[in-house]
């Protein structure tokens, strides 16, 4: 299965205590459900089956993830940050 990290920013490395963590997963759904287990301050984020209003997603840096069921590959990095976060 494939490993992938997930970095934390703002609110969200608040509530995970840490700043990133790295799970098996192979779609942005599994992982954030590896992410709410390995974190119980980030439960809560998913509402069926969506990341909630207060979070945004993004993929190695670049566009902003929607589709939850989109394949991960191996070494993948998601930015979780707070929907109020930038300028």
Known sequence: MPE?????????????????????????????????AACPGLRGMLMDGRLTQHYRLALDGGRFVIDLNRDLPDGARLLLLSADAGG
Do not use: H, S
């Open 4 to 36: 992938v990290t997930i970095e934390f920013y703002g609110i969200p490395r608040q509530r995970a205590g840490r700043t990133e963590v790295t799970v098996a997963a192979t779609t942005v759904a599994e992982a954030l459900a590896a992410v709410e």
